[in-house]
């Protein structure tokens, strides 16, 4: 059953991987580890696809120390075991994002000043890509705060050509939605630390994924069929861009 889940769960990243040409040879990637469930699974798949994948590529561990107190024995140990040199970006983003900017949208100053820090870390290693560990339901609830918030339908790309940095951002786990990623994280023994952060579990993703949830609840096949509506998308079946036309002319 292990081996069998382990078999499933590796193909459904590595067809992501082939579909969108996220990993080449000689690539050294830099993987975002947070500490969570997903980081955790993310290098764990890479790491075990790297020792029978038919091209060969290096992995970087980055975790970006926010400087609230976290013990990260556990995250170093956990990448002991793979041989992958975990490097820790002390920063002070938690001070500037809670005590001194004390803005309203705390999580994307936050997100910003960490996407620097841990793309500064990669270009320093000489990394050419960079991994995050989103998911189908971050991908789905990403797709809901921009429609709610913004007005926009869309959503982040599995595989992203970052201009001013030359770095390309990839996620491998796109095509899985969380609950898989429990079980994986369950089946493979796989640690976690506590997110720090005081608005965790407050924030408008948070509103984003029970939304998720409860739509999924109630229409079981929901997540797949939104990775199909995003993989076969056709804007001619949205409404025509306006032209600006004037009544009573050609």
């Given amino acids: 059953m292990v081996k069998d889940y382990r078999k499933w769960f590796l193909g459904r990243i590595k067809k992501a991987i082939t579909d969108y040409g996220m990993i080449g040879a000689g690539d050294r990637v830099a993987v975002g580890m947070s500490g969570g469930k997903d980081s955790t699974s993310l290098l764990h798949a890479l790491h075990l696809i790297s020792r029978s994948a038919p091209v060969r590529f290096e992995l970087e561990a980055v975790f970006v120390d926010l400087g609230w107190p976290a013990d990260i024995s556990l995250l170093e140990e956990f990448c002991r075991l793979r041989n992958v040199s975990l490097h820790v970006v002390k920063t002070g983003i938690a001070e500037i994002v809670f005590e001194a900017r004390k803005g309203e949208n705390p999580c994307a100053l936050c997100a910003h000043l960490r996407r620097g820090a841990f793309h500064g870390k990669a270009l320093e290693l000489g990394c050419n890509k960079v991994a995050l560990g989103h998911h189908l339901d971050d991908a789905i609830e990403t797709f809901f705060m921009s429609l709610f918030y913004t007005g926009q339908l869309r959503t982040f790309s599995p595989c992203t050509f970052l201009d ?10 796109v095509y899985l939605p ?15 630390i506590t997110n720090p952060c005081p608005a965790s579990g407050k924030t408008k993703r948070q509103e984003a994924r029970e939304l998720v ?8 096949d929901l997540k797949m069929r939104f990775l199909t509506a995003l993989q076969t998308f056709d804007r001619r079946n949205l409404w025509p861009e306006i032209k600006g036309c004037r009544i009573g002319h050609n």
């Fill in 164 to 173: 001013r940095t030359g770095l390309t951002m990839i996620r491998p786990l």
């Fill in 213 to 220: 949830a409860w739509l999924a609840g109630r229409y079981p």
């Fill in 178 to 192: 969380a609950e898989d990623i429990r079980t994986w994280v369950e089946m493979e023994g796989l640690p976690a």
